[in-house]
């Protein structure tokens, strides 16, 4: 089908100086399959995005873990678009549930920043995902459709965008979804995709599954046909995201 499996690390709000040094010392060292395989991004804090950029093999790329959702100016603590793409950072993650639900970012506000970011030349994995709540009580689809139907109304090119299904009962918890409840969601995401803004963006948009993915269950996860790769948050800071890397192999066999 042609959609390259995409291997996202969000560091979040982790690292020092020589934590950061580590990691990308041994992501440097790593034998990984080649591009036309994988697509590999990682997402250190802004503070320390320039020099993971300048130390980081040529053949991973960096992203920024937000960004403002209109021009910069006088917004004190925010980080434009524009600066982004001035520093030659080429992704951007948004609406990650952290926060949706820690700074109250609405379904609105993740799709103007998606607009604005991709207006200005960033490619940007948007992030979409349902609570323990929403899904007991069987609004899940309701509740991904309506996050991806906010992007959806404000963006006519998809060709630069991720969309992450990343639940949030699975998210630093340990609670991986089941390669089956991943597979539902990606498959019914692909389907309001091909209802709602076209069969081609369904076809070749990749959906990326994040929440408790590790070397030991990446596998079986990435063997599901809808599941086109990962966003890592934990593992990502730990030498098993080279594993994860790897289990890209899987699409190869299937
Ligand atoms: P964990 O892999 O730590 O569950 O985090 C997932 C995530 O939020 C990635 O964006």
């Not at 995409?6 to 990308?24: Q, R, Y």
């Not at 960004?67 to 080429?90: H, Q, R, Y």
């Not at 949030?168 to 089956?180: D, E, M, S």
């Amino acid at each position: 089908m042609g959609r390259k499996f995409f291997v996202g690390g969000n560091w979040k709000c982790n690292g020092t100086t020589e934590e950061v040094k580590k990691i990308v010392n041994t992501l440097n060292e790593a034998q990984v399959p080649s591009q036309d395989v994988v697509e590999v991004v990682v997402s250190p804090p802004f503070v320390f995005l320039p020099a993971v950029k300048s130390i980081l093999r040529p053949d991973f790329q960096v992203a920024a873990q937000n960004c403002w959702v209109k021009k910069g100016g006088a917004f004190t603590g925010e980080v434009s678009a524009e600066m982004l793409k001035n520093l030659d950072i080429p992704w951007v993650i948004l609406g990650h549930s952290e926060r949706r639900a820690l700074l109250n970012e609405s379904n609105e506000f993740v799709g103007d920043k998606v607009a604005y970011a991709l207006s200005q030349g960033l490619k940007v994995i948007a992030c979409v995902g349902e609570t323990l709540e929403q899904r007991e009580s069987g609004s899940t689809m309701d509740v991904v459709a309506a996050q991806t139907k906010a992007i959806a109304d404000r963006v006519s090119n998809w060709s630069d965008v991720v969309i992450a299904y990343e639940p949030v009962w699975a998210i630093g918890t340990g609670k991986v979804a089941t390669p089956a409840q991943a597979q539902d969601v990606h498959d019914e995401l692909r389907k309001w995709l091909a209802k709602n803004v076209s069969a081609e963006v369904a076809a070749t948009i990749r959906i990326i599954y994040g929440g408790s993915v590790n070397g030991a269950n990446c596998k079986e996860l990435a063997g599901q046909p809808d599941v086109d790769g990962f966003l890592v948050g934990g593992a990502s800071l730990k030498p098993e995201f080279v594993d994860i890397i790897k289990s890209s192999e899987v699409k190869k066999s299937v």
